[in-house]
């Protein structure tokens, strides 16, 4: 079956603009979660999605917003850029329904570099 | 906050060793997760521990979980080259079901010469 499609694969973006990530989960996984990947911090908690609705938050600025729609797709936005910004991003999905604990599958992540 | 701590964060061996990774978090979870990543890619799932004494064997690569003592250990037996790759363990910071909010080790970077 496919599995999780992340677009684009990469971007570059200047310091102040803003961007959208699309992540489509593996067929039937209501679960989306973003997390973001970099050489200081490692991989962060971003936010994760259910069933159209944002059920847990990392620490993260507001600028770092995201939604899901009722198949299943996710967005992650990110608004007034910064170089630190830079990294790759990647979105996980899995069943998500309470008490499954099911693994989740990483999709191939977009790599976004601000300028 | 919960705290993922992996040791080493660096190994290189040489094929044919046996070595363990180690995975301390602080605050208790009975879900525990193991990735590899390959430079450049994604994460692939490798084991999913979800009870206190898990263990989980795939090839060469065995995973345990101690949940009283907030440890889990990834063994690699007879290492081969294609084992390297970046290691991470992964606690669920969440009480729900799936992978609600997964907290990461900084990984161990593992290469294996030849």
């Known amino acids: 079956k496919a599995g999780v499609t992340q677009t684009p694969r990469y971007l570059i973006k200047t310091r102040g603009q803003q961007v959208t990530l699309s992540c489509s989960p593996i067929s039937g996984h209501r679960s989306v979660s973003w997390y973001q990947q970099t050489p200081g911090q490692g991989l962060q908690f971003l936010f994760e999605y259910f069933s159209e609705t944002q059920r847990n938050k990392g620490n993260f600025p507001g600028r770092f917003s995201g939604r899901q729609f009722s198949n299943s797709r996710s967005e992650m936005n990110v608004s007034t850029l910064e170089l630190g910004d830079s990294a790759l991003y990647l979105c996980a999905s899995s069943l998500g329904g309470r008490g499954d604990h099911t693994e989740a599958f990483f999709g191939q992540g977009t790599r976004l570099t601000v300028v | 906050e919960l705290k993922v701590e992996q040791n080493p964060l660096f190994l290189s061996m040489q094929e044919g060793k046996n070595y363990t990774i180690y995975c301390n978090y602080s605050t208790t979870s009975d879900r525990l997760y193991w990735y590899r990543q390959d430079p450049g890619k994604s994460l692939e799932s490798l084991f999913v521990l979800l009870s206190n004494g898990a263990v989980k064997q795939e090839g060469r690569l065995m995973a345990s979980l101690d949940t009283k003592a907030r440890l889990s250990t990834l063994h690699i037996t007879a290492a081969v080259h294609d084992l390297s790759a970046t290691y991470f363990c992964?606690?669920?910071?969440?009480?729900?079901?799936?992978?609600?909010?997964?907290?990461f080790g900084k990984g161990t970077h593992l290469i294996i010469q030849p």
């Open positions: 992964a606690v669920d910071m969440y009480s729900g079901g799936g992978a609600d909010g997964l907290t």
